[in-house]
């Protein structure tokens, strides 16, 4: 006798975690604060849940800096925890001038996030 079984759990696991693709882009930033070591030199790091995703370059001497870099994921889930670390490159430790994290919702979004120790960070992505 043969069972339906596996292939009906298989399709309930399929059904279960719709990945989606994530996709970060548009990453900018205004009126970063400056410290005793000028002004701000921001680059941002980028997790999806605990996944890292990476970072961009580092925008140097620049209090509204842009990044042309874009992140994509392509095991995001739904209400899946997306965080962005803002930081100020320095000689020795770099300063974390703040953190976004936001539940991903499908759809396009734009977001404006305070940051910590000043300034805003901008972003847009797509979870779909
Ligand atoms: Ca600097
Ligand atoms: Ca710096």
Do not use: I
Request: hydrophobic share 40%; aromatic share 10%; with cysteine.
């Amino acid at each position: 006798m043969v069972s339906n079984f596996p292939v009906a759990l298989l399709v309930l696991c399929a059904l279960s975690l719709a990945q989606a693709q994530l996709r970060l882009f548009n990453l900018r930033a205004s009126e970063l604060p400056s410290n005793l070591l000028g002004t701000a030199d921001g680059y941002v790091k980028v997790f999806c849940g605990a996944t890292s995703l990476g970072k961009t370059a580092v925008r140097k001497d620049t209090a509204n800096p842009w990044w042309e870099e874009e992140f994509n994921y392509f095991h995001a889930l739904e209400n899946d925890e997306m965080t962005l670390e803002v930081y100020d490159n320095d000689l020795l430790f770099d300063d974390l001038v703040g953190v976004c994290q936001r539940q991903l919702q499908p759809g396009t979004h734009q977001h404006d996030c305070f940051l910590k120790k000043g300034g805003t960070l901008h972003y847009s992505y797509t979870l779909g």
